[in-house]
């Protein structure tokens, strides 16, 4: 059996739930926090009504492989929470959840991410070698550009313009 790998990360983001909660709902703005490394397109024509079942295909380059993915809402309760899994994709399992909890600053945004490598054995050290700490390096660029573009939307005191 694979071995189950988590990623948590939390952040705090000076804007309302409602507005959060909105921009993480359009799966356009995927492109704006990937980095620019993975090549990432979201390939599924726009509109996407986001609901439980909807799903969504991307494109995008790992290393020298470029890789088709194919994600599923399972849950859709907002603005609390999403959870899309991995459909079609390069993982044995991919389950990510989108948490959101409202603060007087704001709210704090949690990302839960449960994932199993292919290949067994192979897999595991791969995953070792290369697999999280290039997941690590998409978290934090996914962080600091979350945190630039919400910053570009508020003002000093975290209000929005």
Same mark, same amino acid.
């Given at each position: 059996?694979?071995?189950?790998?988590?990623?948590?990360?939390?952040?705090?983001?000076?804007?309302?739930?409602?507005?959060?909660?909105?921009?993480?709902?359009?799966?356009?703005?995927?492109?704006?926090?990937?980095?620019?490394?993975?090549?990432?397109?979201?390939?599924?024509?726009?509109?996407?009504?986001?609901?439980?079942?909807?799903?969504?295909?991307?494109?995008?380059?790992?290393?020298?492989?470029?890789?088709?993915?194919? $994600?599923?809402?399972?849950? &859709?309760?907002?603005?609390?929470?999403?959870?899309?899994?991995?459909?079609?994709?390069?993982?044995?399992? &991919?389950?990510?959840?989108?948490?959101?909890?409202?603060?007087?600053?704001?709210?704090?945004?949690?990302?839960?991410?449960?994932?199993?490598?292919?290949?067994?054995?192979?897999?595991?050290?791969?995953?070792?070698?290369?697999?999280?700490?290039?997941?690590?390096?998409?978290?934090?660029?996914?962080?600091?550009?979350?945190?630039?573009?919400?910053?570009?939307? $508020?003002?000093?005191?975290?209000?929005?313009?």
């Amino acid at each position: 059996m694979s071995k189950l790998y988590r990623l948590e990360r939390e952040q705090a983001i000076p804007c309302p739930i409602e507005k959060v909660f909105a921009f993480f709902a359009d799966v356009r703005n995927l492109e704006a926090i990937t980095p620019p490394w993975l090549n990432f397109r979201v390939l599924t024509p726009a509109p996407i009504r986001m609901e439980p079942g909807a799903e969504m295909e991307y494109q995008l380059a790992w290393r020298r492989f470029r890789l088709r993915w194919k $994600t599923q809402i399972t849950e &859709w309760k907002p603005p609390q929470f999403f959870v899309d899994v991995q459909a079609r994709g390069p993982y044995r399992l &991919w389950e990510h959840t989108h948490s959101f909890r409202s603060e007087d600053s704001g709210t704090r945004m949690f990302d839960s991410v449960r994932y199993q490598m292919p290949f067994g054995i192979v897999g595991q050290a791969v995953h070792g070698i290369r697999v999280r700490r290039d997941l690590d390096r998409i978290f934090d660029y996914r962080a600091a550009a979350i945190g630039r573009l919400f910053r570009e939307h $508020t003002g000093a005191t975290g209000t929005p313009r």
